[in-house]
């Protein structure tokens, strides 16, 4: 690190007593052992226990991955739903010293043996549904030395190739509880999520028990969760670990909900669950929440949420979107920025007493920022140059971001030099303001930002009303050379099909004209057939580039 | 320590950032800077400004400091009541890597003059008020090489001999804003507070910056702290650092209230202040909340104090000060338990809501007891050969506390040894039962219970019942060798001057046989004149022993 540790005096204080995050769940096992935990089996059969019975579970779980040669440093994958049985394998491997490694259904095989052989996994835990995700791998995978199906069944009635294969609650049973946990050093890593780019392979971050031990009573305390909360883990647990709602829960002594499997097309399984559990407090991402609207449209009479917290991440929840969630059920759609690297939570949106005079406009706008940094959480917005910019609301720079909950490298992986600063900085590559209230607002991604006549244009606001206008199917806005102005804003517009042919690039730039300035507006509007996305259906910005690079240069 | 720390796999989160406490309050100037803190002056008017304002003024008294001498792990004195420039001085000092002791006006000054010393402080800061309490013992200070006065005044219109001499708002005065805070080892001392026992010196505890920002976050989670709380500082900042609600609430963004110099006599100015700026959260102990209740109970109309929660430590809360305080304005008293060596919170008593069936009178008896240790704290009960006991409501044992806010030596003290285990728990001398539902019951001092035949008679117990009794004054029971049960409880009685001969150890025993079972009660009732008392007041047990010990042995 860039910076110097000053000694000090010493203390008395007990510095040896890690931070390891399965103690969470020993604690709420003694002090909340009655609360429960309801978790939807897949035949739609809801699973029910409690705290102190999941606590004795992982203990027996535990030792049986003792049996099955797990220790301290060895990375275990697990692929899987939102299940207790995810968060047992969580609490047992970790308890022992070990890495659980999240393996993300929707990779690619080819990330996916990757991202496995890479971390070394030596133990391969995976939902009877996902092994056709793994199987077919399987040859690939180096270390791994053996496959945990978790299921109701017995290992002799599984259908699989995999060897040698074991059966989750077969290995159970016969496992007694007691058992003698090791304190493991805080700094160990405790879990492993790779994040996938737009280019180049998965880049792993290991968060450590103390990140992530931190990076929990930071939740608990910024979303005021209480014993009195009901959480569901809607967030897909082996991506970030699904914002650890099932690490916070247990830390206040709250009631846990586990969805289970889940698709996009089961947004109605979602909401029926968060009704008949009565869940106060979620957190997911637009892609899931808008589905789930669509069925909330349909019900009638119309569900009562009053009191729900809906926390939003990924990316900025669209205003339509929280307004109704609003007007039918008085959710609260609250959102929340973050990023693999940073565990994730690193701003949350409220409304600061001070402002409570804004008019209702200026609320529902000030809730699709990203937020108010938490406490624990240093940012800070750095110009090309590396100048440090003002929270002025106005000074557009790229956010750096550091934490004890922020990673300040990759593993293994070359490509930390270019994404830390010495001074234990993320580079996250989001360009945005800070205004004087501390509110966050990503306004691109910094290489995506158009440097006109020494002026910063966003992309995404161009392309957002872009897209308002009703004969607009899709756009993307990128920045290219400009002779005169350095860099210049370019609109690439697919129209809906009826409206081919019959709209301008005057209507176009007159219907966005009164939300910017002049100069902000782009020279160029192409009327196109498609425009270029990645495998996960974004713009393909870089690819755009190349492409349309030389339009202003050669005209 | 008496446990293997094992090393596991390399995380790459940012694990060297260290947790200092005055990063919360930088923190909170940056994500809720406009919030206010109020601060009552000794004349009764109340200064106000901001987190921002005070960030501000800490940076410039750090500056100041600095140029007095002051470095990383320097001691620093101070001596004043609750006000705000006690919490300038706490972030400064601790910012600069240096401690902060904390001195207690109300100890004697032979204490007082070995605290300093034993301290090795450089530099000592006094409120103008309590120059008389250094004054006298400045010769015996060692180590001190100067004075800071806290005071509105100038340093030449101070009446003392304390030499070399400097005034607070002068020495703030010219000095900066601009400083580089270093990163100070979590594991280094951030304030050192002594806490004196019955018999011997006083002991050191040097709590840890790593210590009091995870025991912050905890009481933070354990309250259930929001931004829209208002907390006020009763608890003397002198003294485990008042609970730390001065650093509570910058980490929530909740206003913060100091109510200034207060004696037990102006429990009416805490009234008035806490109803003035709306305080919902303060701590305190019964001996200021008994004479708070008592003025409320004078005032017309009655004051509406809903929601405000009193956490209500130092001994358990008596129930009709419980129930008053609800009935007459709805506040509610939380009783929470610990001490110095534990900075001091291991419990928090609340109502699970596993438990809403109980009758009003068992949710007040409940009350009574000292909560559920919060998560983050290990807490064992042990019998006199070391064994560990269930946790059944009635196996009585001492309780051993141990966690990453628990101190594990005391600084240069031989009596270390004999006050903790190996493995890091402070043996608190506290007799203790804990039920099923983890509810901790202190029963009595661990040394002070009868052990009669092989079962525990808590002392505590009988003493209270029987002041109950209208003509006794004041009672207490010891715990004295029995040639049958090895020992009995004997009672010490002062009856109150007109019921002098009129009262009997039947009527006595009567009155409190419906509260016990047979052979809990004493055997003898000794009616005497006055029972032996240590320097603050409390039964000294021991002297008491020494004086009858043998009165069943000799009968």
Not at 42 to 71: E, H, I, P, Q, T
Not at 234 to 251: C, D, E, K, S
Not at 423 to 443: H, L, R, T
Not at 533 to 538: A, N, Q, R
């Amino acid at each position: 690190m860039g910076y110097e540790i000053v000694r000090g005096f010493p203390s008395t204080s007990n510095n040896d007593y890690q931070l390891n995050v399965p103690t969470i769940l020993r604690h709420a096992a003694r002090s909340y052992g009655e609360v429960e935990i309801a978790s939807r089996n897949l035949d739609g059969s809801v699973f029910r226990y409690d705290y102190r019975g999941c606590y004795r579970r992982v203990c027996r779980l535990a030792n049986a991955l003792r049996k099955l040669g797990v220790g301290p440093g060895d990375r275990v994958g697990v692929l899987d739903f939102n299940t207790h049985r995810f968060a047992e394998l969580f609490y047992a491997i970790s308890g022992l010293g070990a890495v659980l490694l999240q393996i993300n259904p929707r990779v690619s095989m080819e990330d996916r043996a990757y991202i496995i052989n890479h971390s070394g996994a030596r133990l391969i835990c995976v939902s009877d549904l996902l092994i056709p995700l793994i199987e077919p791998i399987s040859k690939q995978l180096n270390t791994v030395e053996g496959y945990l199906v978790i299921t109701d069944r017995a290992a002799d009635s599984l259908q699989t190739q995999l060897q040698p294969l074991y059966a989750y609650e077969e290995l159970l049973q016969g496992e007694g509880e007691d058992i003698q946990w090791p304190m493991v050093d805080e700094k160990a890593a405790c879990s492993a999520c790779y994040t996938t780019g737009t280019t180049g392979k998965p880049k792993g971050v290991y968060v450590s028990h103390r990140a992530l031990y931190l990076h929990t009573l930071a939740v608990a305390i910024n979303l005021n969760l209480t014993r009195h909360d009901v959480m569901m883990q809607i967030t897909p647990m082996f991506h970030v670990l699904g914002w650890g709602a099932f690490i916070t829960a247990p830390l206040v002594g709250a009631k846990l909900v586990f969805p289970g499997m889940y698709t996009l097309e089961m947004a109605n399984v979602l909401v029926d669950m968060l009704l008949a559990e009565k869940v106060t407090v979620t957190c997911g991402a637009p892609a899931i929440f808008m589905p789930m609207l669509e069925y909330i449209r349909k019900m009638d009479p119309k569900p009562d949420l009053k009191g729900c917290r809906m926390v939003s991440g990924a990316s900025e929840p669209p205003l339509a979107m929280m307004k109704e969630y609003w007007e039918l059920g008085k959710a609260d759609v609250i959102h929340a920025y973050g990023a693999t690297e940073t565990t994730p939570l690193v701003s949350i949106n409220f409304l600061k007493d001070s402002l409570q005079d804004l008019s209702e406009e200026e609320r529902w706008d000030l809730k699709r920022k990203q937020g108010i940094p938490v406490v624990g959480i240093d940012v800070k917005l750095v110009d090309e140059e590396g100048n440090e910019l003002p929270f002025d609301g106005k000074s557009v720079g790229e956010l750096y971001i550091r934490g004890p909950w922020v990673t300040c490298s990759y593993h293994e992986d070359p490509r930390s030099a270019e994404a830390f600063t010495e001074d234990g900085y993320w580079k996250s590559g989001d360009a945005a303001v800070i205004d004087p209230n501390c509110y966050i607002k990503i306004v691109d991604r910094f290489k995506d930002l158009v440097k006109s006549g020494g002026e910063w244009i966003s992309t995404v606001d161009l392309e957002n009303a872009i897209m308002a206008h009703p004969a607009v199917l899709e756009a993307g806005v990128i920045g290219i050379p400009h002779p005169e102005w350095e860099e210049r804003p370019l609109a690439l517009v697919v129209l809906r099909e009826e409206h081919k042919g019959k709209v301008s690039k005057e209507d176009i730039l007159d219907f966005i004209a009164p939300k910017f300035a002049k100069w902000q507006l782009p020279d160029e509007i192409l009327f196109v057939e498609e425009i270029p996305k990645t495998s996960v259906g974004k713009i393909a910005k870089r690819v755009a580039r190349e492409q349309f690079g030389d339009f202003y240069m050669k005209k």
